[in-house]
């Protein structure tokens, strides 16, 4: 059981790095598009974002968060890790809802 336990947070250490490379060009599409249209000439740049995809970015995050709490062993070092992986993940739903609160995401049906 240890054994399949330590392959879940291996499961959700790389389902966050996937996450954040995902958040992470997202937050830089946003960026950009404040910076090119922000100012006299523009709109106040935006990006659009569908709702039905956050709503499956949010689940699929809560399930993730679920397995890495549940997976977590009692072993120092692989309790650190587990420790890690629900961090990755939380900072990247943190991150991606301050983006989606602000002024600069729109959604669409």
């Known amino acids: 059981m240890d054994t399949i336990r330590k392959y879940l947070i291996c499961l959700v250490f790389a389902a966050g790095v996937l996450q ?11 960026l950009w598009a ?5 100012g006299p000439y523009g709109g106040g740049g935006h990006i659009t974002v569908g709702r039905n995809a956050q709503l499956a970015f949010y689940v699929l995050s809560a399930i993730l968060l679920a397995i890495a709490a549940w997976a977590t062993p009692q072993q120092p070092r692989w309790r650190m890790a587990g420790r890690l992986s629900m961090l990755l993940v939380g900072a990247g739903v943190a991150v991606w809802t301050a983006v989606l609160l602000s002024p ?3 959604f669409t049906h």
């Open 20 to 30: 954040w490379s995902i958040v992470g060009e997202r937050l830089i599409a946003v």
């Open 34 to 38: 404040w910076y090119e249209f922000s």
């Open 104 to 106: 600069l995401a729109k």
